[in-house]
């Protein structure tokens, strides 16, 4: 087989075109995912402090250094008990905030609200390869994971006419990728 169909040449190809328009993406963000919360902490944290000032000092006020722990905890519960989308659409709420805290800004219909605009261009949109997701299998990789301010919304298990059929990307999804 040409090493030209190989899974990984397929990975950066669809890595690199989201690169060139609009998405965040580099060699090694893997080593930055945070396994045991399924997030990509570093983007949700930048995203928050971006986008919501006075919600990031009143936390760092209350919560210090712990706080990207806290953060990212509270996130991984309410992910856990409500779902991404649910997240997404109401945000978080933690100790020391008057209001929840908002995890995504979707696309405002009217371009009225200058500050819904910046907060809609300020979404972190990253691509990683190779994300090792399972706390009990360290092997275990899906090939690409789509995060929104670092939360994932999306997994790929990529294949190619000449390695495996797509029947086998489902069966893989079925059966070797326990979420635990």
Not at 42 to 57: F, G, I, Y
Not at 73 to 101: A, F, I
Request: proline letters at 3%; glycine letters at 6%.
């Amino acid at each position: 087989m040409s090493s030209l169909h190989q899974e990984h040449h397929f990975e950066s190809a669809i890595c690199e075109h989201l690169g060139r328009h609009g998405w965040l993406y580099a060699e090694g963000d893997a080593a930055l995912y945070d396994r045991h919360n399924a997030l990509f902490l570093p983007d949700l944290l930048a995203w928050v402090e971006a986008t919501q000032p006075e919600s990031w000092q009143a936390l760092t006020k209350t919560h210090g250094a712990s706080l990207p722990k806290v953060l990212a905890e509270r996130v991984r519960k309410c992910l856990n008990e409500h779902g991404t989308l649910e997240v997404l659409r109401r945000g978080v709420e933690l100790v020391g905030l008057k209001k929840p805290l908002m995890l995504v800004q979707f696309k405002p219909a009217l371009g009225l609200n200058r500050a819904i605009q910046q907060a809609y261009a300020a979404n972190r949109l990253r691509v990683v390869r190779q994300v090792h997701h399972s706390l009990n299998n360290a092997q275990d990789a899906v090939d690409l994971v789509l995060f929104v301010n670092g939360i994932a919304v999306a997994t790929a298990e990529l294949k190619s006419d000449f390695t495996q059929s797509v029947g086998d990307a489902v069966d893989q999804y079925r059966f070797d990728r326990d979420p635990a």
